[in-house]
């Protein structure tokens, strides 16, 4: 019963540095989600996918680049870490494409410091 | 666009407390509507959620109605547990397109 798997589940960085996260789910669901949480601010949608092979820009999209790879697997990539990128990140999934009515399937989190 | 405004935390409560916790939303059309909550160290799960007017959701003794006439979805447990402290997120999804909007979170103490 994994569900939404991220990895990795920390990671510090330096100004500049890049990085990948990772994130795979086994629902075999169709859309899937990358948010970002900080303090005060709730969870901010950074980009989507409503389907293998689209993606679509959420609220904070700047700084980040999203790959669908295939139906399982949807990465965040930070090209340039910049110390406003400190946050936890959390990838998600959904069984429907389209209006959502159903339920959020989150994995547990992925905490990143910027140094 | 769309939006959620949630109480800000964080609340405090002695345990068998009455708890509410207000949420209003700005949205076009009919949107679903949810209640998510995350425990310490893990991440969000959905709570209960109701996807037409006047729908009530429920789950673990926890509810919330649909009122559209005030944008409304207070989430509201009759008796609260230690073991409901945590955060609690409003959220709505469009009838548009394929994005939940959360609110801020509320945090929730429960003492014993």
């Known amino acids: 019963n994994a569900g939404v798997t991220q990895t990795p589940k920390f990671q510090v960085l330096k100004t500049g540095q890049s990085m990948t996260l990772q994130c795979a789910q086994d629902m075999n669901h169709n859309s899937m989600y990358w948010y970002r949480q900080d303090p005060g601010m709730g969870l901010r949608l950074i980009y989507y996918?409503?389907?293998?092979?689209?993606?679509d820009k959420g609220e904070v999209p700047n700084g980040y680049n999203v790959s669908r790879l295939n139906k399982r697997e949807f990465s965040l990539r930070l090209e340039s870490a910049a110390p406003s990128q400190t946050s936890v990140y959390f990838c998600?999934?959904?069984?429907?494409?389209?209006?959502?009515?159903?339920?959020?399937?989150f994995g547990e989190g992925s905490r990143l410091t910027v140094l | 666009g769309d939006s959620v405004t949630q109480m800000e935390g964080p609340v405090t409560l002695s345990e068998e407390a009455f708890l509410t916790i207000n949420c209003t939303y700005t949205?076009?059309?009919?949107?679903?509507l949810f209640w998510y909550v995350q425990y310490p160290g893990e991440g969000l799960q959905l709570l209960l959620k109701a996807t037409k007017a006047d729908d009530k959701g429920s789950n673990k003794g926890f509810e919330a109605t649909y009122r559209k006439e005030t944008t409304s979805f207070h989430l509201e447990k009759g008796s609260v547990q230690v073991s409901d402290s945590a955060v609690y997120f409003c959220a709505l999804s469009s009838n548009r397109d394929d994005k939940i909007i959360f609110g801020k979170g509320t945090r929730l103490h429960i003492l014993p």
């Open positions: 998600a999934s959904s069984v429907q494409q389209g209006p959502i009515t159903g339920e959020l399937f």
């Open positions: 949205a076009t059309g009919y949107p679903s």
């Open positions: 996918s409503a389907s293998e092979g689209t993606t």
